[in-house]
């Protein structure tokens, strides 16, 4: 008799955290599956009836036949460390000399990473945080920076007149899709020194795999899946909806040096992640699965304070930046509180250079989780300080560019 032969009804136990609640149901006959609310799929195996693992979980069942009553029902608690569904940083395997792999955490064919986190009740729950329905836009005009950094070609925006028409124009719109606000998508950034992009598939995903130069699909139709395999379309057709959560460092750092900001964000300066952890108490945030983080450096006020030359400049110099630090705190923050997306309002999000390995490797590399970039938080953070309200509801729409590397964002936050 095997174990879904002998299971008839099971009790999931879900250890205490935000957003997840015990759940109970029936189980057929057939392959036992329990699915919690992240989507990613937990089967049931194992050598004995009453002992089954994994992927490092260890769940454990009381066991009722079919037709025989017993005096207590038969339960099934998951056990992880901490008090996650999902494995901790520290649970995640190693790839080669990097920690903290969550390939295939999802499953081996996922192509949304961390939006997977963004499920239909996290949406909704998310959805409360709108109580007055004023909204705030959080992209930069797509025009600036009009000299960007990392040697991308400037925007460029020509407006047609349509002769013959009376009155009707048309406009083109020529850009590098990092070149401004933005999100990186999984194919920006993989493991650099493997040269391997997300996710493990067959032979893992080397940068071999994918086609550049020009991508022309014609017939919508028929378009060939590999061909835009891990493109931002996949982020773009889910959307990258929920609660955000802004983490406003100017503000933390001046009201603790008497209005002074202690670094330049135009120059490197790493920024801990106890001073995130910090900020978010004294803001009053308790983080939720799901939560989209975005960080404000100070890089956007910066730059609207300073001359038209040092603007520039950031395209003729190489580029320094303050952002978070590259470190195994920052790594086991940013994945053990299961942000589903992070951004900021810096160029690079983290601290540019990095003194060793690039924190992207990490994050779009190993966990799928999409980077943001060059966030206008100005009136964002206005709004939280006059509100005392630093949670709101974050919604994106990046653009749909079947097998893209990234997009504007299209993002606002509404509350």
Known sequence: MTLADELETLEVKVPQAPGFAAT????????VTYTPPVRNRVG?????????????????AELRPHG????????LTMTTAGTRQLPAYDELPKFKDFSGCAWEVWGKDDQLG???????????????EIKTGKAICLNWPIQFPSRPAFGRIPPTHE??????????????????????????GLKHFGLLEHGVFYQKRENFTPASFFQTGQIKISNPTDVDPELIKFGIHNWAQHGICGRGVLLDMVKYY??????RLPYDPMTTHAIPAADLVACAKQEGITFRTGDILLIRAGFMQRFYSTTQEERDSIADKPETFAGIEQSEDMKRLLWDNHFAAVASDQPALE???PPGPHLHQTILGLWGMPIGEFFDLEALSKQCEETGRYTFFFSSWPLNVLGGVAS????????
């Open 44 to 60: 049931l195996e194992g050598a004995s009836p009453t002992t089954v693992r994994h992927r490092g979980y260890k769940l454990r």
């Open 114 to 128: 961390t939006i997977n986190l963004l499920t239909d009740d996290v949406v909704k729950e998310a959805s409360k």
């Open 24 to 31: 109970a149901l029936r189980i057929p006959q057939g392959t």
């Open 254 to 259: 001046c009201d603790a040096n008497g209005g």
């Open 408 to 415: 504007p964002p299209n993002a606002a936050a509404y509350f």
């Open 351 to 353: 601290r540019w250079p």
């Open 68 to 75: 025989r009553e017993t005096q207590r029902k038969p339960q």
């Open 159 to 184: 407006v047609i007149f349509k002769t013959g028409r009376g009155a009707v124009h048309d406009d083109i719109l020529h850009i590098n899709t990092q070149s401004g606000t933005q999100w990186d």
